[in-house]
């Protein structure tokens, strides 16, 4: 058994298969997602799990080199949980994010109910730094 980090084997084995680039969304329950997009459905009830634990565990486990969110969340409390991710921080409207979701490897559910509690994370590498 693993004795540390992510437990979730659907989780686990989609993260196994990213390379440099490429792209997964941390969202909360309502962020449309479209039907060919692999999704990792965490969420159990509104506010179950939260956004904020399930960006830190995916950040413990993955290089990331950029990120990007709603400029609609700019100046409130969802903007200030995206301060520890690494990299260039990019905003865009939610409309082009929402949009954006479809280039995304997968997609990680939560159960947050806060608005504008999405981003998308791009992946850098480990090495040459």
Known sequence: MKKQG???RNL???IACLGHTDTLVLADCGLPIPRDIPVVD???VFGLPRFQPVLQALLSELEIEACCYASEAIGTEVESWFAEIPGTHD???HEELKRRVAQAAFVV???EDTPWANVILRCGVPFGK
Do not use: E
């Open 42 to 44: 965490l969420s159990v």
């Open 109 to 111: 559910r939560t159960g």
């Open 91 to 93: 905003t865009i409207p």
């Open 12 to 14: 686990l084995a989609q």
């Open 6 to 8: 992510i437990l979730n």
